[in-house]
């Protein structure tokens, strides 16, 4: 008797310690999501990536996320590359078990980005640099590279990017193009949907960004010094149809009449040049007549 005593004793004290582990990691799971997603977002962008905060909700399988910022490149003038006001996602929670994790739908929020061009220099450029990196397959040093996800449908709304270019004369003026949505199918899936292979968290978030720039590019509303530029390095990543993801814009009527506006705006900075021009000639005459002239 005295045996099965202690061995019931020592049951009870093993589920103790099974429920006070699980306890901990359970009161825990935020914080550990929290530095997984800044040290992903950190290696990807080749930036400082922080999050305000994360909420895992391991009974309702609901992940949740608020306050993400992507730190600028050194030497540009906003403090941010990009933010996000909010994402969340539902997911089963046996999924979670898998070496791929189907994710139906992924919903971002208020999405910002700042793009910045000055001479030769771009903020953009450094961070399409780093994400070339995750081009292909897992990438080497990534913070998980065993973590895949499939996500059926990626839904970006209430994004707005800014685009600002120095050095175009007396007037440099910023743009703002706003998108009301973008919408990415079968991210993860593979070429034409076919092998779910998935992607690892810091491809999703090299995908999303992409995904937002081309968005930007196709509104063809940012200016002719930004355009070209930033096309030729979004072309070096390859088409993102090409890893298997379909990808949907809708711009707000504000974005549909940008391409006039920058026109607009292009053509009086030229005028600006030119009376500028027409003036220092008219006082170049003025003082050559002043001047008296050798015989």
Do not use: C
Request: zero cysteines; proline letters at 3%.
């Amino acid at each position: 008797m005295k045996i099965i005593k202690w061995l019931v004793v020592i049951v009870i004290v093993l589920v103790l310690l099974v429920g006070g582990v699980i306890a901990l990691v359970v009161s825990q799971i935020d914080s550990v999501a929290k530095t997984a997603i800044e040290n992903g977002g950190t290696y990807a962008m080749g930036v400082e990536t922080t999050v305000d905060s994360v909420d895992v909700g391991l009974s309702k399988g609901t992940f949740d996320l608020a306050g993400l910022k992507i730190a600028n490149p050194a030497g540009f003038k906003e403090a941010r590359f990009l933010t996000l006001d909010a994402g969340g996602v539902a997911v089963d929670a046996q999924s979670l078990r898998q070496p791929v994790i189907d994710l139906p739908t992924l919903a971002l929020s208020g999405l910002t980005v700042n793009l910045e061009k000055s001479g030769g220099s771009a903020n953009y450029t450094k961070i399409l640099d780093n994400l070339k990196k995750l081009t292909s397959g897992s990438p080497a040093g990534s913070s998980s590279p065993q973590n895949k996800f499939i996500v059926r449908e990626v839904d970006i709304s209430k994004v707005v990017v800014n685009a600002d270019v120095l050095g175009l004369g007396p007037v440099s003026p910023r743009i703002s193009i706003p998108i009301h949505e973008i919408k990415l199918s079968n991210v993860g899936k593979g070429q034409g949907g076919v092998g779910d292979t998935g992607v690892t968290f810091e491809q999703l978030a090299s995908i999303i960004v992409q995904a937002v720039l081309r968005s930007a590019v196709d509104t063809g509303g940012l200016p002719a010094e930004m355009l070209g530029d930033l096309q030729g390095q979004l072309a070096q990543l390859g088409d993102l149809a090409d890893v298997g993801v379909e990808m949907v814009e809708k711009l707000g009527d504000t974005a549909k009449q940008l391409t006039d506006a920058v026109e607009d705006v292009t053509n009086q900075i030229d005028d600006i040049g030119k009376k500028g021009k027409e003036a220092v000639d008219e006082v170049t005459k003025g003082l050559e007549n002043l001047i008296p002239k050798k015989k």
